[in-house]
Each structure stands twice: as C-alpha cells, then as structure tokens.
C-alpha cells in the first residue's frame, strides 16, 4: 500500500510540476538559456502582442532587445544565417516569440521572418498580411521569392506568410527545395527566423535535417511541464537533434492572437479565409 501511495504521489506531483525559473531548468537540463521574455501585468489587461505597440511592457522590449544583440553573434559565429523557432509542445508562445525576436532584430539588420507553420499558421494575422501566396507556394515552384516575400515598415524586416494550406505540411518541409530555398533567401538578408511547427519526437523525420545557425526551444512557464520537458530534451539528444538554447516565456499567450498592434492594419479578415479555400 505504501508503494502504491508513494507511486501516486510521483505521478501526480509529475503531472503538475511547472517550470517556475531559470535555476530550476538549470539544475535539471544542461542546455543553455538564451534568455526569458517577462511577464507582463499590463497586457493581462490590453491586447498586447507586438513590440510596436505602445503599450507593451518596457521590460519585455528590453528583453528582446538583449537576445536580439546575442542573435547576431550567433548567425555571425555559426554555419549560416538561419535561426530557428519551435517547441516541444504547442501553446508555448513560439510565433509570439519569433515575431517579436524579428522586429527587435531587424533596428539593426536586414531580417526574413518566415511563417513554416504550414497547417497552423498564425503570423499573418498579428503581422497584418494576406496568407497567400507564401512558402508553400514557394517550395512547389507556383510563385517567385518576389511574389511572395513582402516588405514591412522600412524595408529592414521582411515576412514570408505561410500560403496555401497544404495536403502534407512535412512532405514539403522534407522537401529539398526547402532546403534551397533557406540558402537562396539567406544570402539575401542578415537573419532568417523560421516560426517552425511543435518538434514531434516520436515521428521524427525533418528534424534531423534542422542544421541551421540556432535551434531555439520555446518554453513557456504557463504550459510546460518541466517532467516532460527534461524527457524531450533526452530524446531530442538520443536522436541527434540539435537544440542550441532554450528560451523562457512569461509572456501571457492568449494576447499574442488579438489584432491589437499589427504591423500593417490594411489586413482584411476575409483574405484569411481565402487561404483555406485556395488550391
């Protein structure tokens, strides 16, 4: 009976252990942290999700602002230009993160922030851009790269939209033009930052292939359980994933998809509907 009730207590303290602080991942995972977006008790209140809203936090724009810094030392220092975003479990801020990362870097380089969210895309919207045509589109030679990047603001930051909801989101990841493409696009901008879908580990296939500058893992501190975080992080090692840092996000997720802050407020609802209905 002891054991049976010592073995519940495992499980259920498992099940509801939360990632709380740097220290704690620390002492349990010997990855690096490239840093953590803090929480924000204003945008528990405002529709926040661009750092070019004029509400946003000062804390948060200080803290993209510090890793957006690192990532050009990163890209600098390592095989390419590429960064990439994703996470081991959806709803850990990753596109919020990517977004943002993008904006901050692009005040002092020439950044692609590509959507490769190919079946749950979400860029576009907060971003402010029609779906497609985008990297789908892209990857089966139906558009140009000048058909389908766009410029946003002063021409520093540039967005490739997911396009055109596809029968196979890792067929055409997988794909080898993919591959080309991230070559041809990073010799025309300073960084590239891939907001790259959940890494699945138990069907592993692209990601083996993730060779690029930076793979970052987002982690949020509302939905990740740090028991099946460290579990990740092993089996990502196990099979030769490349995980370069983790980053932390204390930023509250739900505001991210609110349209409050777009770059471009021309976005019509109606274009987003036409992506799903494309073939």
Do not use: W
């Not at 010997?30 to 809203?53: F, N, T, Y």
């Not at 220092?77 to 850990?92: E, H, I, M, W």
């Not at 055109?164 to 300073?190: C, G, H, I, K, V």
Request: overall charge neutral.
């Amino acid at each position: 009976v002891g054991f049976i009730i010592g073995f519940a207590f495992v499980i259920v303290r498992t099940s509801f252990e939360r990632v709380t602080s740097q220290t704690e991942v620390r002492n349990m995972i010997s990855l690096p942290i490239m840093g953590e977006i803090p929480h924000s008790k204003l945008a528990q209140k405002e529709l926040v999700c661009s750092l070019r809203d004029k509400n946003m936090s000062g804390n948060v724009l200080q803290a993209f602002s510090t890793m957006a810094m690192s990532s050009e030392y990163m890209v600098k220092g390592g095989k390419n230009n590429v960064v990439l975003f994703s996470s081991f479990a959806p709803q850990q801020g990753k596109s919020f993160v990517s977004m943002n990362f993008a904006i901050a870097s692009s005040k002092h380089m020439k950044v692609l922030l590509v959507d490769a969210n190919l079946i749950t895309p979400t860029l576009h919207d907060p971003m402010g851009y029609n779906p497609i045509p985008g990297l789908s589109d892209l990857i089966i030679g139906k558009n140009t790269i000048e058909e389908v990047v766009v410029s946003v603001k002063d021409g520093s930051l540039a967005f490739l939209p997911a396009g055109t909801y596809p029968a196979n989101e890792n067929l055409l990841l997988q794909n080898p033009r993919f591959y080309d493409l991230m070559e041809q696009l990073s010799e025309q901008f300073d960084m590239v930052l891939l907001d790259y879908p959940t890494l699945d580990m138990n069907q592993m296939g692209i990601e083996k292939r993730l060779d690029f500058a930076g793979n970052l893992v987002i982690v949020s501190r509302y939905n990740s359980n740090l028991g099946e975080l460290r579990s990740s992080v092993r089996s990502s090692a196990s099979k030769n994933v490349n995980i370069t840092s983790l980053l932390l996000n204390d930023f509250p997720l739900s505001r991210f998809h609110a349209p409050e802050g777009t770059l471009n407020p021309q976005r019509s609802i109606k274009e987003v509907f036409r992506r799903f209905a494309a073939q």
